[in-house]
């Protein structure tokens, strides 16, 4: 379900910002708290692993790990990756948008009777449902089940399967290689983090810490951030879901009932207006 944010954001005030941050349906905190939990407790582990249970020796060998693993993680074009995937998957969700299926978007100049105006609009919706109910969980838990199923749509699905078989059709572009390759890449930066990111203690330690932090901040925040643009791209991906922000649509589908109704009763008053006007 769509979460909407209108009211918070009704007048502009120095604390808009901070009652955005404080909501929690649709926000990043939301988004991130199984990822951070699991970061959170998996970096205690390796903590007390590398201060209580191993031998001096065992954690100056660490600390040349963690040092090697720290100048190298820039090896990983993290923001490059990130930025790349996002402007794809926000593209591809401009695409899917544009083409939900507005009842604005048809039109018709031939005279029509009134009830078969209203069955083509009708039939319209029909065929959207048919489309909705496989993409949309939430259509298919409104409509488990049809009574009809047009054989038509059903000969040319059977027809494009065929032809991409033969190879007619050219495959669509898939965005499973990229997103796996993204999703490793962060997934890998942070679990290097949980050895290049602790603090040192050792006397000798190539890269000792000048301040012993029992918290790592500035890598939680790192974290919230990347896995938090991580998690944009993840609901950009599929908008048709259940998430916070994807499309309404059975809002879509009441609406092109209720607007095309609307308009087959308005092409019906404007057609007897105009027979009258005739007449006088």
Known sequence: ???????????VSSFTFLKLLLRWRGSIWKSVK????????????VFCIYR?????TQQR??????YYCNTKLDYIPLTFMLAFFVNIIADRWRKIFNNMGWIENDEAHEEEARLMRRAI???????????????????????????????????????????????????????????????????????????????????????GSTVDIYVPVMTILQFIFFVAWMKVAEALLNPLGEDDDDFECNFLINRNITVGKGLQKWATYLRSASTQYAKE
């Open 1 to 11: 379900m769509t979460i909407s944010y209108n009211l918070d954001v009704a007048s």
């Open 34 to 45: 199984s990822e951070l939990l699991l970061w959170v407790v998996s970096y205690y582990i």
């Open 52 to 56: 209580y249970a191993l031998t001096t």
């Open 61 to 66: 060998q660490f600390e040349k790990i963690a």
């Open 121 to 207: 609009i009708r039939y319209m919706i029909l065929s959207q449902i048919l489309v909705y109910r496989d993409i949309s969980m939430q259509v298919r838990r409104r409509f488990p089940e049809l009574s009809s199923i047009v054989d038509e749509v059903n000969w040319a699905v059977t027809l494009l399967a065929r032809a991409r078989n033969k190879q007619y059709i050219a495959d669509p572009p898939s965005y499973s290689l990229i997103m796996k390759v993204v999703f490793l890449a962060v997934r890998s930066y942070f679990i290097i983090c949980l050895v290049s990111r602790q603090f040192l203690i050792g006397d000798g330690a190539p890269n």
